[in-house]
């Protein structure tokens, strides 16, 4: 096996944060679905593409101003969100479907979505180009473009404005309590429905803008969703399940193994690469990196 | 204050309450006992919707609450602490006293009644900051029921607190919960296997064995009945 030159290291490492950066939003929605109501949402990544495409509707064919068209998207999409767990979660739950059911059932709205947007949009490639491709510029050895660098930085933004809100405010407490224990938050007189249904809805608005960023970035098709939904699946496994730090660590680590990896292995393990970091994670730390060994101390019955 | 009328209650096929009939008087601590499995943690679950009632009527302070949504039931004024998970175990102690009064919109009512809490349990001030899984089982126990004051509830349900908890620490448990009662003006149940020295700190108390109410009165009568000897050395269990 020949190892490339060096020299490509730190673009493979500004490549890895740009994959993290992404899949740092799908997988902190991604999280929070899981840490409020428990299930596998894998079709979170639909409603990402879901996002994309709205906003290529809006943008390239009804010929929106592309904030607008943005702001719409994500409006949209958040609606579209709460549809979603309103017709088909909540009943499954309202029945006490079991875990495998609600994983099931979210497999089953992931090809759905796919396949609804197939038929409407076609299979072919769309690109949304509101930011023509510039000559990037030279950091340290790496190329970097000012779209990679808007990417990131409102991923970032964001990111760290969600954390912000889930510390802080008195709606990310009532989050945070029912994703601790939905039973007490019950008798605590906090309506677990109506903080499900919420955490829902703006899991689906960070992964509008997360189908924003990616339509701006790469290229929107019907086949992004499971993908990123997957990679989100695997960042919250490698994070630690439900916490929030742990997801957006465990997307940059994700992107950053995949693309760094490509210095030794050909470009098409990239997938292989964090599948077997999942598989090493849940054969020796499924916890994840940020996952305690909480609940010893208490009185457990 | 609390009255419940011919309750029949239980779980999906397994009915556990037969008939069972309770009033508590307004500022009074009433204890509720009976062997393992006679259906006391059932009778309060139920208070709170969280059985499948079949018949029967609960009403609190003369309005019927049969059936309400549990997370309706705090800011009505029942408190509620459970047995088990107690606390919101990855937040800081502040944080879930503060969950205890969350739907009061008044924040300086809110800092009030934490000042109020923290002078009742001065260890929870200290450990302001940890997580709350970081406490020890009687300093669990005492999070959970300053939460559960910070509501500043009418009705206090306590389901077993003296769970896992060394025999000192159960009496000053329970003369805390006396001695809030008394400050807080609170009518308190709180349910309990068998333990005698509870019935030197309660007013009144019940006997529920097999899901039915066999004995009830005031406190210092019940305990010299025949009956309390068959709870006290589990005869009934």
Redesign the interface.
Known sequence: MEIASAAILPQLIVNGLIAGAMYSLTAAGFSLVYATNRFLNLAHGGIMMVGAYLVYTFFNLAGLNFYAASFLAVICTSLFGGFLFVSVYRPLRQKKAANMVMLIAAAGLAILLEALVTLIFGTDVKQLNFISVQEGWHIAGAIITPLQLVVMAVSAVLLVSFAVFMKYS?WG??I??VA??A??????????YAVQLWSFVIACAIASVAGILIGLERNIEPRMGLGFALVSFASTVVGGMGSLPGAILGSYLIGLAENVGQWILPSGYKEAIWLVMLFLFLLIRPSGIFGTE???????? | MLKITNLNAGYADLPVLKEVNLELQPATMSVLMGPNGAGKSTLLKSV?N?TNITSGQIYFEGVEITGW???????LGIA?V??????????TVR?NL???A??IKNKMECQERLVKIYEQFPMLLEKEGA?A?????GQ?QMLAIG?ALM?APRLLLLDEPS??LAPKLVKEVFAKVRAIKDIFGATVLIVEHNLKSLMEVADYGYILVQGQIVAHDKCSILKNLPIMKDVFVGKLD
């Open positions: 008195s407490k009532l945070r309590a601790d224990n039973d007490l938050a019950r008798t605590t007189g906090i309506n677990p909480q609940g010893v101390r208490q009185t457990k019955l | 709170f969280l949504p549990a997370h309706k039931l705090l800011s509620y459970a047995q088990g998970k107690i606390n919101f175990s990855s937040m944080e503060m969950l205890g969350h739907f997580l899984f970081t406490l020890s089982g669990q939460r509501s769970l896992g």
